[in-house]
């Protein structure tokens, strides 16, 4: 039989937990130490319903602190102080039963990257009292008090759907809306926004972070039907959309920027100032506008005396960019587009169309991959590519300890990877196109070749490579799948 944590999530595609190897509930040795944020709510008798159940867990109270939180911002400031390797955040007002934080803190304790999450019921009527909470707690008779409580349906289905999450898409996260769920301490890194920490947002952040989200049944939970869920909802889109780019239909107002935009492209200096202004300038006329540009170069060499191998093109560069909301100007190469869900690495020799970014962002959801290039149309080799990058599935297998010059196979290990032709998706090489491509923003859409050729046996990047040039040498447009 495996050994608890034997496999890792690094291993795991996408959202499958089944070969993380938890201790079974009841027998974690030794225990974690566990803190447990009670979030939320402003009322002083929900959060003692929760405290009073909390009282009667089974995992040894030395290894128990319990932490009430008046709001999501100090969940935020909580957690970046807590000492506690696991962390079980629950709402206000929902009664845990007494087995929730062992049931739940196994999955992290095993590995890193599992968030264990309850599967509430819900409960309506009258709202018991603290007092008679924490007697049912200390019988053991919670079932009784919310006798008649129910799984929602809608959360129901979705489970059912996803075989309890192992099948889920990058929206996983969303399941623990509502619910408690425990997590690695070191997985999630707080921001500095005041509306951090809610549920949604600690769990998309964590998401981000190579999570791996799993139910757990043994978890017993109660929360309390809303009252108003159409009212909550308006204010978690109101105070979360800024911050979370899913769901994406949240996202609707066409002209808007955001704090955490959906991509991060980034862009090395590399080439004559009229190449990398055309570079940028297309990705900033993309259809898809939820997108920040990082133009990486020594800016310190665009200063007024110069310097740098280059100072009249950092010059012009500096001064197109620098007051352009959606540009930063960067020193260095992010290794991650954390907290955003993708990371664009686009050689400033390459030129994307109007709707590129769009259909490639669209095409990398569609087939739930990892890692997606797109050569130059016409491109002998595979020198120069634009990469999408899953931050998640980097983030796991960096997690992993994966080195930078192998995060290629590890994430084509865990998520797949694929390859495209830029005719396909109307990418073009600038420095190459002949007069006038360098200003042009193109308006084609981008075509779809009718056959897919999986390269599954193709498990090294050389090998890939040699089989696109190949095909570009045929004259043939197909799409490399590599899993």
């Known amino acids: 039989m495996s050994q608890p944590g034997a ?57 128990l602190q319990v932490v009430t939180c008046a709001d999501d911002n100090g969940f935020v400031d909580l957690v970046a102080a807590a000492t506690s390797e696991i962390i079980v955040r629950i709402p206000a007002g929902a009664v845990p039963g007494p087995d929730l934080v062992g049931a739940l803190a196994r999955w992290p304790q095993a590995d890193p990257d599992a968030v264990g999450l309850a599967v509430p019921a819900r409960f309506g ?50 399941t623990a809306a509502g619910t408690a769920f425990a997590f690695h301490r070191s997985r999630y890194r707080p921001g500095t926004d005041p509306y951090q920490g809610a ?34 909802d308006r204010q978690a889109r109101a ?36 190449v990398v202004r055309a570079c940028v300038d297309r990705l900033l006329a993309s259809d898809e506008r939820d ?27 500096a001064a197109e960019y620098r007051h352009e909301p959606r540009v930063r100007l960067v020193d260095t190469a992010p290794a991650s587009a954390y907290p955003s869900p993708y990371l664009l690495r686009v050689p400033a020799r390459l030129g994307v169309g109007r709707r590129t970014v769009g259909a490639v962002t669209a095409a990398m959801e569609k087939w739930r991959c990892g890692l997606l290039r797109v050569l130059p149309a016409g491109a ?71 056959k897919t050729v999986p390269v599954g046996g193709a498990r090294s990047l050389g090998r890939a490579t040699v089989f696109v040039a190949r095909q570009y040498a045929r004259g043939v447009r197909r799409r490399l799948v590599s899993r």
Do not use: K
Not at 292 to 311: K, M, R
Not at 429 to 439: I, K, W
């Open 199 to 232: 549920d949604v947002e600690v769990a998309y952040r964590l998401a981000q972070a190579g999570a791996v989200f799993v139910p757990e049944p043994t978890a017993s939970l109660w929360t309390l039907v809303p009252t108003d869920p159409a009212g909550d």
């Open 291 to 317: 997108l920040q540009v990082a133009l990486v170069a020594d800016w310190a060499a665009a200063g007024p005396t110069g310097g740098g191998d280059q100072p009249d093109d950092l010059r012009l560069l």
């Open 380 to 450: 002998g080799s595979a020198t120069y590519a634009v990469e999408l990058w899953s931050t998640a599935a980097r983030c796991r297998a960096t997690n992993a300890g994966t080195a930078e010059d192998a995060l290629v196979e590890a994430v084509a290990a865990s998520h797949g990877q694929r390859w495209e032709t830029g005719s396909e998706f109307d990418v073009v090489d600038l420095a190459t196109a002949g007069p006038g491509a360098a200003d042009a923003t193109t308006t084609a859409a981008p075509r779809r070749a009718a």
């Open 239 to 274: 105070a979360l959309t800024d911050l979370l780019p899913y769901p994406r239909q949240h996202r609707d107002r066409p002209g808007r920027t955001w704090q955490v935009p959906l991509i991060c492209a980034m862009v090395p200096v590399d080439q004559p100032y009229e």
């Open 7 to 63: 496999v890792s999530s690094a291993a795991s595609p996408h959202n499958d937990w089944s070969r993380i190897r938890p201790a079974e509930p009841g027998q974690s040795t030794p225990p974690a130490q566990v803190t447990v944020c009670v979030v939320g709510g402003g009322d002083p008798s929900a959060a003692a319903r929760t405290t009073a159940a909390l009282a009667q867990q089974r995992h040894p109270a030395e290894l």
């Open 125 to 174: 009527g009258t709202v018991p009292e603290p007092e008679m909470v924490a007697a049912h707690a200390s019988a053991g008779t919670l079932g009784q008090l919310f006798a008649g409580s129910a799984v929602d349906a809608g959360l129901t289905r979705r489970l059912e759907a996803t075989h309890q999450l192992r099948t889920a898409d990058h929206t996983a996260f969303l």
